[in-house]
């Protein structure tokens, strides 16, 4: 039987466990989870995951939750078909890559996701956009975060792990498409950058890339859908305590 995976490509994290299963031919079942109709919050969601967040992975009888775990757990499960630069097994590659995938949550996670919420929802939910010395220094930290990516992560290689792609490549772009999707170009001024971004969407194709971040990139309509839903509201706590 094939994977179920439960998603939202709105989310970052889904992106990243859609992309890899279709790059490298894993079968799996799309589930999709609308965040912005609240369907995490749904009984039959929370019978299967009490986290209430996608993306989730069922394989028969197993569920799991956490993206980074998802990735790995595909790439072990389905080891005969998956080519081996994904999740190197030579250990010093291998972590390197680990390397990323723990960094990244604090690093670009944090702060690109900062700057979608207070570019797309902040405005739609308090009715007025944020303060500029507010939005300023997450653009600060965003353009930090760049910057290790770059310097530390990166270097001069083709790939953040050496000459090929590797997972730690593919959840990168997905964070970094998120502030993307606000109109940034954040890619500007930066040529490792935009270059290391043409040589991970070639890897993928073009046309998957394009399909996978389609939702994220024409963001017009989703502050009426999270208003109309009731989900906006939901909303303003998490506002108020990052600007607190």
Known sequence: MPLELYLDLHSQPCR??????????????????????????????????????VP??????FVLTE???????????FAASVPEHWYPADL???ARVDEYLSWQHTGIRASGSKVFLLKVLFPAVMGSAVQKEKLDAAL???????????????????????????????VAIVE???????????FEGRPKLSAWRDRVKKEIGAELF???????????????????????ELFKPKLQKMLS
């Not at 989730?56 to 009888?61: E, L, R, Y």
């Not at 775990?69 to 499960?77: F, G, N, P, T």
């Not at 975060?145 to 290689?157: A, D, I, R, T, V």
């Open 67 to 77: 993206s980074i775990a998802i990735l790995q757990y595909m790439v072990q499960k």
């Open 140 to 170: 600060e930290d965003l353009d930090q975060s760049l910057g290790l990516l770059e310097e530390k992560f990166l270097q001069n290689k083709p790939f953040i792990a050496g000459d090929k792609i590797s997972l730690a490549d593919l």
């Open 176 to 186: 970094i498409m998120q502030p993307v999707g606000t109109g940034m170009d954040v």
């Open 56 to 61: 989730v992975m069922k394989d028969g009888n």
């Open 92 to 94: 010093q590659t291998r």
């Open 16 to 53: 990243s466990v859609f992309l890899f299963a279709k790059t490298v031919g894993i079968p799996f079942e799309f589930k999709l989870v609308d965040l912005t109709e609240g369907q995490h919050f749904s009984e039959d969601f929370g019978k299967l995951s009490i986290v209430r967040k």
């Open 210 to 232: 394009d399909e996978a971040h389609k939702v994220v990139l024409n963001m017009d309509g989703m502050a009426e859908d999270l208003k109309k839903s009731g989900m906006l």
